[in-house]
T-cell receptor
Framework: EPEVTQTPSHQVTQMGQEVILRCVPI?????FYWYRQILGQKVEFLVSFYNNEISEKSEIFDDQFSVERPDGSNFTLKIRSTKLEDSAMYFC??????????FGPGTRLTVL | AQSVTQPDIHITVSEGASLELRCNYS??????LFWYVQSPGQGLQLLLK??????LVQGIKGFEAEFKRSQSSFNLRKPSVHWSDAAEYFC????????????FGQGTELSVKP
């Protein structure tokens, strides 16, 4: 069964450094998403992406965040200058033509 | 604004007992409704979804949920809980806007005692 994959599973970085989180959505899906979950809190929407552009973004998704689909398979989230409060689990999801989103296993980002 | 409320932060049930996890939503119309499960250290797995039609929907692992428009609820149920059901359960709504973002509740942590 096709699934969303994410790499790395765990990323540790120093405050102020740039990180890139990678996702491979399910191949025939057209809508892609990033969500995050701070420890002990609910899952929050960050951004949605369709047809090579952002279709919606949350207040959290400020100028330090960017997304890209650099090729036909990868979908990336870049955090330009990480802050301590960016520490969270980041989930990628892709949506099929029944409007159902499928999530990857997540990348745990730890900012020191 | 759209919102989802899961009133129970933590529930403990005995193995073999029945389970009901509550979910209430706030939305201008009938949204798409989902339940996801997250096992420790894992991602979110879709249990079931409701878009329209029959208000009682069946999902994986023996779970079902009932949509009640009058109560703005979408409660998750299972007749007999197994130890492997211990996990965190999230209810989510999706609006009709172009982006289709999911809005999640706080989650309910389920513990199962032998």
């Amino acid at each position: 069964e096709p699934e969303v994959t994410q790499t790395p599973s765990h990323q540790v970085t120093q405050m102020g450094q740039e990180v890139i989180l990678r996702c491979v959505p399910i191949s025939n899906h057209l809508y892609f998403y990033w969500y995050r979950q701070i420890l002990g809190q609910k899952v929050e929407f960050l951004v949605s992406f369709y047809n090579n552009e952002i279709s919606e973004k949350s207040e959290i998704f400020d100028d330090q965040f960017s997304v890209e689909r650099p090729d036909g398979s990868n979908f990336t989230l870049k955090i330009r200058s990480t802050k301590l409060e960016d520490s969270a689990m980041y989930f990628c999801a892709s949506r099929d033509d029944t409007d159902t989103q499928y999530f990857g296993p997540g990348t745990r980002l730890t900012v020191l | 604004a759209q919102s989802v409320t899961q009133p129970d932060i933590h529930i403990t049930v005995s193995e073999g007992a029945s389970l009901e996890l509550r979910c209430n939503y706030s939305y201008g119309a009938t949204p798409y409704l989902f339940w996801y499960v997250q096992s420790p250290g894992q991602g979110l797995q879709l249990l079931l979804k409701y878009f329209s039609g029959d208000t009682l929907v069946q999902g994986i692992k023996g779970f079902e949920a009932e949509f009640k428009r009058s109560q703005s609820s979408f409660n998750l149920r299972k007749p007999s809980v197994h130890w492997s059901d211990a996990a965190e359960y999230f209810c989510a709504v999706q609006g009709y806007n172009q982006g289709g973002k999911l809005i999640f509740g706080q989650g309910t942590e389920l513990s199962v005692k032998p």
